[in-house]
């Protein structure tokens, strides 16, 4: 069985993970990649290469998946398997990026206005991050002006209902 791989695109904040677990369950427990466990603060947006070398590469050769999840400056993480075949999620800032496209079968963009998603961030990493928010966010705005996927997107939610 072919895997079918949902992106669920959109900005820090904007609701993202909240709609993919969703979705994955709508999907019957479908498995969900995020781009967080491949992103960091240093590199918000040019980590790609390895996401398409240990997921997409594999699963869109009908093989598994596996990665390391980055630790964010935490505790190591566990290796994260996914088995090809059925649906999976892949959630986060520029999962519909045009190097991802080809192994996509379908894209959603959540837009969700700046002011409420630079208000959840800092609700959930502390008012001591706006610095590090403040430099994702401006590349965050470098992968939409570059590869504008909220128009390619095959449909648009809104992340602030």
């Given at each position: 069985?072919?895997?079918?791989?949902?992106?669920?695109?959109?900005?820090?904040?904007?609701?993202?993970?909240?709609?993919?677990?969703?979705?994955?369950?709508?999907?019957?427990?479908?498995?969900?990649?995020?781009?967080?466990?491949?992103?960091?603060?240093?590199?918000?947006?040019?980590?790609?290469?390895?996401?398409?070398?240990?997921v997409?590469?594999?699963?869109?050769?009908?093989?598994?998946?596996?990665?390391?999840?980055?630790?964010?400056?935490?505790?190591?993480?566990?290796?994260?398997?996914?088995?090809?075949?059925?649906?999976?999620?892949?959630?986060?800032?520029?999962?519909?990026?045009?190097?991802?496209?080809?192994?996509?079968?379908?894209?959603?963009?959540i837009?969700?206005?700046?002011?409420?998603?630079?208000r959840?961030?800092l609700?959930?990493?502390?008012?001591?991050?706006?610095?590090?928010?403040?430099?994702?966010?401006?590349?965050?705005?470098?992968?939409?002006?570059?590869?504008?996927?909220?128009?390619?997107?095959?449909?648009?939610?809104?992340?602030?209902?």
């Open positions: 069985m072919q895997t079918r791989i949902v992106a669920v695109d959109g900005l820090g904040g904007a609701g993202k993970s909240t709609f993919a677990e969703r979705l994955a369950h709508e999907l019957g427990g479908a498995p969900v990649v995020h781009t967080d466990d491949f992103a960091s603060w240093e590199n918000p947006v040019d980590w790609w290469p390895r996401l398409l070398d240990e997409l590469g594999p699963l869109g050769e009908n093989r598994r998946a596996s990665f390391v999840p980055n630790a964010w400056g935490g505790l190591p993480k566990a290796e994260v398997v996914v088995e090809p075949g059925g649906f999976v999620v892949l959630e986060g800032v520029t999962a519909s990026r045009e190097a991802f496209r080809p192994y996509l079968a379908y894209t959603i963009w837009e969700t206005p700046r002011e409420l998603r630079l959840r961030g609700e959930r990493d502390g008012a001591d991050a706006r610095a590090h928010w403040e430099a994702w966010m401006a590349a965050e705005d470098e992968y939409v002006a570059r590869e504008r996927p909220h128009l390619r997107a095959d449909v648009v939610v809104r992340g602030d209902a």
